[in-house]
């Protein structure tokens, strides 16, 4: 009989591979480049149509690259957020830009005067970019 107390405990391993790789982030920036573009496409629609679909560019962008990337990344999840959160202002400065002043630099200056509804969808945009955007 041994004792199953002297033994030691089993290695962890880790869920996902420790080493970094850059075709897999590559492969997530290239889907995220497409997926951000297909959901642009589709808010323009939405937004000519009456409908406010500010998360779909993000959630796209997310989507395209946690596909394309094909593995579990926090730092594409990370990029995807960011990206998702430039393409939300320029999403909304493109079809709803100020009266008072068109151009992008004074959107981006004035961007906290927008409605809270409009920002919290596109913070949400970014949550769902950054979820898909970490891969399988």
Same mark, same amino acid.
């Given at each position: 009989m041994t004792n199953d107390l002297a033994k030691s405990p089993p290695e962890a391993t880790p869920i996902y591979g420790r080493h970094f790789d850059p075709l897999a982030l590559l492969r997530g920036v290239t889907g995220g480049i497409v997926g951000g573009s297909v959901g642009f496409v589709i808010f323009y629609w939405l937004a000519k149509n009456g409908l406010y679909g500010m998360m779909v560019p993000g959630a796209l962008l997310g989507l395209g690259a946690g596909l394309a990337a094909r593995r579990h990344s926090m730092a594409l999840g990370v990029v995807c957020a /960011? #990206?998702? +959160?430039? $393409? #939300? +202002?320029? #999403?909304?400065w493109k079809m709803f830009p100020f009266v008072k002043d068109n151009s992008f630099s004074f959107f /981006? #200056?004035? $961007? =906290? =005067? $927008?409605p809270p509804l409009k920002l919290i969808m596109m913070a949400l945009g970014a949550v769902f970019a950054f979820w898909f955007g970490q891969g399988r």
């Open positions: /960011v #990206a998702a +959160i430039g $393409l #939300a +202002i320029f #999403a909304e /981006v #200056a004035h $961007l =906290h =005067h $927008l």
